[in-house]
């Protein structure tokens, strides 16, 4: 196996929220800055552009229509200007990037991830296979091709899901079959349990999110990648959380990097601050780790255990052949 270094780079740092244009620019600058910090592999959170809008959890449909309206006409189209500066910055930056955006794809918004190599071509796109709880009033399921979550890249095999997609075992287990070198988690911004009395449940802290991410990094013997958001006080009315006591700024980030070994390659940034962390790995670790365990191969029994997988890409329109 080769002992290449990579350096690979996960974002935590606060959304354009509900701005298309600036939430572009930022995503540029954030490339720019990997690129010139050497960084060969760049995970973005889970719909960066324009940012997860907690107020869907903190309002009813009704409230948060017109909000919801906005953020419909500020997410990304796969296939748009705003797309193409993007890859651009990434060709020039000559790294592989795992965009996470809401994605506009005619009347129907969805929680996709682009996976962009160093010559700026998107080279493969999936979505979120099931949003999560209310999500659902919002976002539509990607289909059998999001669940092809793994490319070849010059810094080996990439892989990546959105937020409590990692909670789907099944899913998890076919990206361990697709053999994942490096898994880019693609998650929002999340807060600690609430202190004022609010009924929350700990599943859903960065505590928690963290840990099932550091599963998979065990279990696939592969390096992950946490990229999260932040919120700051000045944006807490912007984004109507103002009155939502479980949403704290600055706040909401828990970036980090974990090693095949579930190891934490790199030190945390404070949950409100914004940065890149990085980690200069080899990949020559996943195959020591996969020596002790390998859930696919070795450490498997498909004659008593084994997972079907549907890859037949469903459409709502079928044309009947003439007879």
């Known amino acids: 196996m080769s002992t290449q270094k990579i350096r690979i780079a996960a974002i935590q740092a606060e959304p354009e929220w509900n701005n298309l244009q600036a939430g572009v620019e930022k995503a540029i600058s954030l490339i720019e800055e990997a690129g010139n910090n050497g960084a060969n592999v760049l995970g973005f959170p889970e719909v960066f552009i324009p940012g997860y809008p907690w107020s869907i959890w903190a309002k009813s449909p009704v409230d948060n229509a017109v909000f919801m309206d906005e953020y419909f006409r500020n997410s990304l189209v796969k296939e748009s200007?705003?797309?193409?500066?993007i890859c651009a910055a990434v060709r020039e930056?000559?790294?592989?990037v795992v965009l996470g955006y809401s994605e506009r794809f005619n009347g129907t918004l969805y929680i996709a991830q682009s996976f962009i190599d160093p010559t700026g071509t998107i080279v493969h796109h999936r979505?979120?296979?099931?949003p999560t709880h209310v999500e659902r009033a919002y976002w539509g399921d990607g289909q059998a091709e999001s669940l092809k979550t793994v490319v070849n890249t010059p810094f080996g095999k990439v892989g990546g899901l959105n937020c409590w997609e990692h909670s789907q075992t099944l899913l998890r287990y076919y990206e361990y079959a697709q053999?994942?070198?490096?898994?880019v988690a693609s998650w929002p911004l999340i807060w600690d349990m609430p202190d004022n009395g609010m009924e929350w449940l700990y599943h859903i802290t960065p505590t928690m999110s963290q840990r099932i991410s550091q599963v998979m990094a065990m279990e696939g013997a592969c390096f992950v990648m946490v990229c999260t958001q932040v919120l700051t006080e000045k944006n807490r009315e912007k984004t109507?959380?103002?009155?939502?006591g479980y949403a704290r700024t600055p706040s909401g980030g828990f970036t980090m990097i974990y090693g095949p070994d579930a190891a934490e390659l790199c030190k945390?940034?404070?949950p409100g601050e914004e940065g890149i962390l990085y980690a200069d790995i080899d990949l020559h670790h996943k195959a020591l780790a996969k020596q002790n365990l390998d859930i696919v191969g070795h450490y498997s029994r498909p004659d008593?255990?084994?997972?079907?997988?549907?890859?037949d890409v469903g459409s709502q329109i079928h044309f009947l052949e003439k007879k």
């Open 268 to 270: 945390p940034l404070d």
């Open 179 to 183: 053999d994942v070198d490096i898994h």
């Open 93 to 96: 930056a000559g790294i592989f």
């Open 81 to 85: 200007d705003e797309m193409d500066r």
């Open 304 to 311: 008593l255990l084994s997972l079907r997988v549907t890859t």
């Open 127 to 130: 979505r979120k296979i099931k």
């Open 240 to 244: 109507r959380l103002q009155d939502f």
